[in-house]
Nanobody
Framework: QVQLVESGGGLVQAGGSLRLSCAAS????????MGWFRQQPGKERQFVAA????????YYADSVKGRFTISRDNVKNTVYLQMNSLKPGDTAVYYC??????????????????WGQGTQVTVSS
């Protein structure tokens, strides 16, 4: 079992940057592919980025490609989401998630086994 805790959210102006972190408990973190999703009020949770268990493959939603970077440190049991050139449309609660089944990661939220509690990101115009 994995417990996930996100941090790093906050308020930033458009064009600014934030780095989200997701710390995982457990000694098997390196076995899990990880993903980031976000949810805006009244909308479904949407895929943002995913990374394979060893970090050699990454995937991004078209809306964030070229602006966001997902990475992981399997020694620190942490996955990161570096967000640059932020836009007001990026405002959402951001969640990290872990999947043991899909070693390359997945863009489908139903494929993930564990979720964090979320961290709020607000981008002002």
């Amino acid at each position: 079992q994995v417990q996930l805790v996100e941090s790093g959210g906050g308020l930033v102006q458009a064009g600014g940057s934030l780095r989200l972190s997701c710390a995982a408990s457990g000694r098997t973190f390196s076995s899990y592919a990880m993903g980031w999703f976000r949810q805006q009020p009244g909308k479904e949770r949407q895929f943002v980025a995913a990374i394979s268990w060893n970090g050699d493959r990454t995937y991004y939603a078209d809306s964030v490609k070229g602006r966001f970077t997902i990475s992981r440190d399997n020694v620190k049991n942490t996955v990161y989401l570096q967000m640059n050139s932020l836009k007001p449309g990026d405002t959402a609660v951001y969640y990290c998630a872990a999947t043991l089944t899909f070693s390359s990661g997945s863009s489908h939220r139903g494929d993930y086994d564990y979720w964090g509690q979320g961290t709020q990101v607000t981008v002002s115009s």
